[in-house]
């Protein structure tokens, strides 16, 4: 220690300026400053880079065309007139109440969370398959809130299909149970289990549980589902029927990606829990709040082709309230990562949200009420003309 004091003064004792003496002696204030300047100009560097690289208005216009998506409401009812009877699109205009980010793989990039961008044109997008997966994770909440929760499965199901690993293994087990063949009670058990907490989110109570572990035969199988799905008392739907109807499919909603013409650059400042003090900025590439986009959802009833037409038009409205409910509570939860800090949520524009809706050969859907959840019903393009 003495050796080290020594070599410190006479390093001070020795010709050397002031001002690096200085900056010595307050080594760690200045260099707490300079990163702040760094981190400034940095961030004023990024900015202004966003600034004046950021696409123009002409390449956003094209990506929306190329896409399929209608800019104008007054557009959209062309789209049906390929489509089958009482299929419907809906179309409406949001505006962000706060910034949306979601991490794009780029590995070289000026940042280190930069947003989620098309990979041609370099556009901010919420790609259709985010949409499809936000607005499950809504549903499987809605479903979970039912006494019976039987209709909302199966419109879960049209709407978005089945494919999972869950939906595949426990198909699997349910189709040798019909043909009579032996099978893995464990098996059942587990994908039994996984399907009804992971893929329709209903929550397992301890007696249930229970029920689950001694499971010993196909009537205790069909027992636990029902009492799951809240179908206690219905003994003239107690058949496997409609239960396989739940089996590998393609849903009916075809989700289209939103795209945003502004981007911005978000910083936070993460603190130490227990110093309570800053460990440095972090930055974030989102779209800023106040980004206007467009949602648009085609639905194409193409499982219905061999039922009667009251079963699909029963069908099709049970569909159609579901996922407007699904789609007013995901604008209040938000999109997108970190919509813990409030990002990602949005706000419909009152009159530019609609559903466009296909009727049939003889005669239109016949709604209750002309608005549901505040969606203008449009109903239309039905009889065609010889």
């Given amino acids: 220690m003495a050796e080290e004091k020594h070599i410190y003064e006479s390093f001070l004792a020795s010709d050397i300026p002031e001002n690096y003496i200085s900056r010595c002696k307050n080594y760690g204030f200045h260099v707490r400053e300079d990163l702040t300047k760094v981190n400034r100009l940095r961030a004023g560097v990024v900015r202004n880079w966003h600034e004046q690289s ?3 208005r002409e390449q956003y216009s094209r990506i929306m065309e190329i896409s399929g998506i209608k800019t104008k409401k007054e557009e959209v009812f062309p789209v049906l007139e390929t489509l089958p009877a009482y299929s419907f699109v809906l179309w409406a205009r ?8 979601s991490r794009d793989d780029e590995e070289l990039y000026l940042v280190h969370n930069p947003v989620l961008k098309d990979k041609a044109f370099k556009v901010p997008v919420i790609r259709g398959s985010g949409w499809k997966g936000n607005i499950a994770s809504v549903l499987k909440d809605i479903v979970g809130e039912k006494e019976n929760k039987r209709t909302a499965i199966e419109s879960y199901f049209r709407l978005l299909g089945a494919g999972s690993e869950y939906i595949k293994a426990l198909e699997e087990e349910l189709t040798r149970m019909y043909k009579d063949e032996e099978i893995n009670g464990e098996k059942v058990k587990s994908h039994l289990f996984s399907f009804l907490l992971f893929e329709l989110g209903i929550r397992i109570e301890k007696d249930l549980l229970d029920r689950i572990k001694n499971l010993e035969s196909e009537e205790d199988l069909e027992e636990i589902i029902y009492t799951a799905l809240g179908m206690i008392g219905e003994e003239e739907e107690k058949t496997w029927g409609w239960m396989r109807e739940w089996g590998t499919r393609r849903g009916r909603a075809i989700f289209y990606p939103t795209f945003f013409d502004s981007i911005t650059l978000e910083v936070i400042n993460p603190h130490h829990r227990r110093r309570r ?6 930055f974030y590439e989102a779209v800023p709040a106040g980004s206007e986009g467009i949602l648009q959802i085609a639905y194409v009833p193409f499982t219905g082709v061999f039922k009667r037409d009251e ?3 029963k069908e099709v409205e049970e569909d159609l309230r579901l996922l407007l409910e699904a789609l007013e509570r995901l604008a209040e939860r938000g999109l997108g990562a970190k919509t813990r800090w409030g990002w990602g949520t949005f706000a419909f524009y009152p009159g530019e949200k609609c559903c466009f809706i296909k009727g049939g050969e003889e005669k239109e859907l016949e709604f209750s009420d002309r608005s549901l959840n505040g969606w203008e019903i449009i109903e239309g393009g039905g009889r065609q003309e010889k």
């Fill in 94 to 101: 949001f505006k962000l109440k706060q910034p949306y980010f």
């Fill in 54 to 56: 950021f696409l123009c």
């Fill in 311 to 313: 079963e699909v038009k």
């Fill in 277 to 282: 003090a800053g460990r440095g900025p972090v």
